[in-house]
């Protein structure tokens, strides 16, 4: 066959497309186990966040182990759900149900002063993607403890900062229900929370969008487990 006919062009393209398709795949499939450990660590290190603990990558599993001390998965109605893990809840794919049939994870620590926390997952959308991360409430299911975020493709500088610890901090000891007992969560005031607001913290000056993207899935995150808050005091906590 001529080396400068269209048809041996053809099939030369045709076979090396086949086999960078395969080396692809082949590294592909090698490299999922990697992946995800990876996936498994960070979000390990995420749930830690929020309980104010940090830890390494290297650290991360032990660390885990040492202050998860349980997990569950419970219902908008507040019943748990004996047969899912919650670890192996994907809140994105929970999110898309209607709320009566989605599995709520719910993490329950002990820091290192040996104060029980409850850790939430949360998922949102910012101006550019998707939002996650997690909030710890303390054992009055009410007070945050702390709270950790992160985001896909925020603008840097502007809704990126609910990455950093200037933003996450302002939510310790914030509160999700109002003097009522009624949930009403945390605000994200655009301009500057009063500072005797005990449900608002200040929103990132120039990332308005992202912010109340953030606002919006706190309370709509949260919101579906005050039912199983309510069942474990002795008076309702919230509506």
């Given amino acids: 066959m001529d080396k400068n006919s269209n048809t041996y062009i053809f099939l030369f393209a045709i076979i090396m497309i086949v086999i960078v398709a395969v080396v692809l795949s082949?590294?592909?499939?090698?490299l999922q186990?990697?992946?995800d450990k990876n996936v498994k660590v960070q979000k390990m290190q995420d749930i830690l966040a929020a309980m104010r603990i940090e830890t390494t990558a290297e650290e991360a599993v032990d660390d885990y182990e040492t202050y998860i001390i349980n997990s569950m998965v419970v219902n908008s109605q507040g019943e748990t759900i004996d047969s899912v893990k919650a670890f192996n809840v994907d809140m994105k794919k929970e999110l898309a149900?209607?709320?009566e049939k989605r599995n709520l994870p719910l993490y329950i620590g002990k820091n290192q002063k040996g104060e029980t926390k409850y850790v939430i997952p949360l998922r949102g959308k910012g101006l550019w993607g998707p939002i996650w991360g997690y909030i710890a409430l303390s054992d009055d299911y009410n007070t945050v403890y702390g709270a950790s975020f992160s985001h896909d493709a925020e603008t840097p500088g502007l809704g990126a900062e609910i990455k950093t610890p200037a933003?996450?901090?302002?939510f310790c000891n914030k509160e999700i229900l109002?003097?009522?007992?009624?949930?009403v969560s945390v605000d994200v005031i655009k301009?500057?929370?009063p500072d005797d607001d005990?449900?608002?913290v200040d929103a990132i000056t120039g990332g308005t969008i992202t912010s109340h993207?953030?606002?919006d899935m706190l309370k709509n995150c949260i919101k579906p487990y005050m039912s199983y808050f309510d069942k474990q005091t002795s008076k309702p906590i919230g509506e």
């Fill in 178 to 183: 109002d003097e009522n007992g009624e949930f």
């Fill in 26 to 30: 082949v590294i592909s499939t090698q």
């Fill in 33 to 35: 186990p990697l992946q």
């Fill in 191 to 193: 301009g500057g929370a």
């Fill in 213 to 215: 993207g953030l606002r």
């Fill in 97 to 99: 149900k209607p709320l």
């Fill in 198 to 200: 005990v449900n608002a």
């Fill in 167 to 170: 933003f996450e901090n302002q």
